[in-house]
């Protein structure tokens, strides 16, 4: 009976012992497993050796899982700040050890209404929603206990179409802010429809400073000249290929850019282009592709790159809906000599498979970090990527 009552618990040891003798090696294949499996899922879904660019450039992932990833704007002391268009919220992300991976990500705030634009001025995160503005001052401080935002300006129109606002800060100092056009094609009685404004850092002294602008959602200032150069988005339901999306440069205050009359400098528009002719109007500096999207755009100022690129622009087209085929996707590069755009070519793509006709990226928006390099927004695959030069890389190629 003894030896009988003896078997099972042995058996019971005998098992004990293999699970815990197991347990050791099988904690390492786990942990292997695991990274192995993350990195299938992430080249899955962010497959960037599909990614074109050119030689000697690199791109990488950022920071991922930033759902909706849309402008970004970067804090003094180093904080990447990204608003969203439908996910409410603000991201804070932070790279610690400086290795150009993101390494912590902060929601600021979820209960904002479309928050895509943001920007960084003494301190203080601003971040417009559709109506009104925000301020979170000091706001790098204070990351995981953020503020109540103050209120600097709120007479925005609340209308969604189009309400979705990029802004930044001008070297006049001042806040430039968009007001899109609520509509696909419409006049507006309200002059600040289908504008650019601007106004001082608290608030004051709004005034309109561009019109006839469809809806940009990128803008920024040419590093020499200091006048700003905006993309435009071209109206839908016209076909394929007209009109085109706009680059465009800004050389006074009150200058019209031909929405909803003229398009590109050159499409009359069939509703309303009977009551003004286009030479009226601003034509692009550059006539883009039609339904491309374009978003975010940079002049190249950092000192990575080769010392050609200090002749570019770089622009996100964020991509099609209203075409037969898409179109976009990618950022292009647009080569400058003094205010001219002499070339319209592709920097980056494969975000598209064109034969598929199925992207897995969408770009937003650019900017330039202090070495160089660049940060790309993706809201569909809702990542930050890292572009880098290593004239090394070239120097090897034979
Ligand atoms: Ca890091
Ligand atoms: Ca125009």
Redo the contacts with the bound molecule.
Sequence with gaps: MKFKNLFPKITLLLVLFFVIFSCKPKKATDAQIETEENETVAEISLPLRKLNLPDGFQIDVFATGIDGARSMTMGDNGTLFVGTRNENRVYAIQ?????????KTIVLDTTLEVPNGVAFKDGALYVAEVGRLLRYPNIEANLTNPPTPEVVYDDYPTEFHHGWKYIAFGPDGKLYVPVGAPCNICESEDERYASITRMDPDGSNREIYAKGVRNTVGFTWHPETGEMWFTDNGRDMLGDDIPPCEFNRITEPGQHFGYPYCHGGTVKDPEFGDKYPCADFVAPAQALGAHVAPLGVKFYTGDMFPESYKDYALIAEHGSWNRSSKVGYKISMLKLEGNEVVSYDTFIDGWLDEEAQEAFGRPVDIIVLKDGSLLISDDFGDAIYRVSYDNTAVASIP
């Design positions: 790279d610690l050890d400086g290795d150009f991976k993101a390494d």
